[in-house]
């Protein structure tokens, strides 16, 4: 139950099953901006969900999914400025300074309750080689929104549907998301068609939504319909075919240094994949 007390002003009650008590909404450019009426009313004590604190590893059979990091810059850099990914994504940090802020921003979104942004790590490489953000599009976090970019060498090897059902059931069962929804360019074949895979139903077409002139296709996922994808295989499944896939790409990943100088003062750079332009982080 909630009640507007102005134009900017809301207080909530309850806003997420795992975070019980009283909030003040204050709407913010880059998603709603949630602040804990204990900051006004020092009583009240708040318990967020563990996820603000921390988030946690998500381990599958070839893969883990771990919180950005300083330590994924350049690799994550690189990937995104690589043109045949970077071509259906929003414009990436175009430094790997800010991409440092953009790390900053992440975490800070993510200790402010509004956005989670994972880095895809295969087993045997120590640095990303995708990337999946999941934002709130209201101040529950019941409606959210996904993004995800992954390495060219790792498509077509199944990294990316199995870090995409781990994200997809983090959402659905551990963050209390009831919906989740995604926008793919009208071109990106690959795009929509993995979504399609995982479950999504299309919704809805979106007219000059991307850089003002691209069609953007509108998916989404509901909760009680969610089933990890299961694929049935026309030919027989060959497993030593696919672990020489992902080995060579593996060995054709550039091995990056695990720490990097950082760079004094860098501002927080917001960044969501799908967004046209993301706007200023205030």
Same mark, same amino acid.
């Given at each position: ?32 901006? !949630?602040?804990?009426?204990? @900051?006004?009313?020092?009583? !009240? ?27 994924? @810059? ?28 953009? @790390? ?54 199944? !990294? ?25 360019? +009208? ?36 909760? +009680? ?12 499944? +060959?497993?030593?075919? @696919?672990?020489?896939? !992902? ?36």
């Amino acid at each position: 139950m909630s009640h507007a007390t102005s134009a900017d002003t809301m207080y909530t009650h309850g806003l997420t099953d795992n975070y019980r008590g009283l909030y003040q909404f204050v709407p913010d450019v880059c998603g709603p901006e !949630i602040a804990p009426l204990s @900051v006004f009313y020092p009583m !009240i004590e708040l318990q967020p969900p563990d996820w603000w604190h921390q988030l946690p590893v998500l381990s599958g059979a070839t893969l883990q999914l771990r919180e950005v990091d300083e330590c994924d @810059v350049e690799a994550l850099f690189d990937l995104l400025t690589e043109p045949s990914v970077s071509r259906y994504i929003s414009p990436p940090p175009p430094t790997p300074a800010a991409f440092e802020g953009f @790390v900053r921003w992440a975490h800070r979104q993510r200790r402010a309750g509004h956005c989670v942004c994972f880095a895809v790590i295969p087993n045997g490489l120590q640095q990303a080689v995708g990337l999946f953000q999941v934002r709130a599009l209201e101040p529950a976090f019941k409606i959210a929104e996904w993004g995800f970019a992954m390495g060219t060498a790792f498509w077509s090897t199944g !990294i990316f549907q199995e870090a995409a059902a781990l994200v997809a059931e983090f959402a659905f069962r551990d963050m209390g998301v009831h919906r989740l929804e995604a926008r793919a360019v +009208d071109k990106n074949g690959r795009g929509n068609r993995a979504l399609e895979k995982l479950g999504a139903k299309g919704e809805a077409v979106m007219r000059n939504a991307f850089g003002q002139q691209d069609t953007q296709f509108l998916w989404a996922i509901l909760a +009680d319909e969610w089933r990890p994808p299961v694929d049935a295989p026309q030919t027989p499944f +060959d497993a030593a075919r @696919v672990k020489r896939q !992902i080995a060579q790409a593996i060995a054709s990943t550039r091995v990056y240094p695990a720490k990097r100088p950082k760079t004094p003062g860098e501002e927080p750079f917001p960044f969501f994949l799908t967004d046209p332009e993301t706007p200023p982080d205030k």
